[in-house]
């Protein structure tokens, strides 16, 4: 089986440009299935339509691209965007959110500093969530990011909170990994 060349070509090159990320919560960038391709708005502004087969590799090309103009982390962009696959996704190359809120946006550009907010848009958790799993109150984590003051103990809980549910979710793909090989071999 021959695989296709995947082709990013956009649209209208004057509406194609990289913008700087605002501060306001309501935007967020939007990917969208069109009859001549897909259409990326940010805010309500058209940013241009791409026509491609793999619009997972469009997003995570502009995102890089937006991660560096923006002056945040585009090596990591594919690595952040793993942590919000939709693995119930039946579309062939579509497996990434097509909707991005702006906190969101920020997280994976490698913009948003405050670890609390990053661990809960990585691991899909509510401040209550996090709070339960780390021992402290929710009162006093959401303290911490409305002040952008984050205690060493909260900081340190969180990153082994993490580091622990990394390696769970390491463990669960060896795991299945032996299975599949296991019933090979039977």
Not at 14 to 37: M, R
Not at 79 to 94: E, F, G, M, P, V
């Amino acid at each position: 089986m021959k695989v296709k060349t995947i082709k990013i070509l956009p649209a209208k090159k004057e509406n194609s440009q990289l913008f700087t990320i605002k501060d306001d919560t309501s935007c967020k960038l939007e990917l969208t299935s069109d009859v001549i391709g897909y259409v990326l708005t940010y805010c309500n502004q058209n940013l241009g339509t791409y026509e491609t087969n793999n619009p997972d590799l469009l997003l995570v090309k502009f995102l890089e691209a937006l991660a560096e103009f923006n002056k945040g982390d585009a090596q990591n962009v594919k690595k952040r965007l793993t942590h919000l696959i939709d693995k119930n996704s039946i579309i062939l190359n579509q497996q990434y959110p097509t909707t991005y809120k702006n906190n969101t946006l920020k997280y994976i550009l490698g913009l948003e500093n405050n670890i609390i907010k990053t661990a809960c848009i990585e691991q899909n958790l509510t401040y209550q969530q996090l709070a339960d799993a780390i021992g402290v109150s929710e009162s006093s984590l959401r303290s911490s990011v409305s002040t952008n003051k984050v205690s060493k103990q909260v900081e340190k809980s969180i990153k082994m909170y993490l580091k622990i549910a990394h390696l769970e979710k390491e463990l669960a793909e060896v795991n299945t990994i032996k299975r599949t090989l296991k019933s090979w071999l039977s």
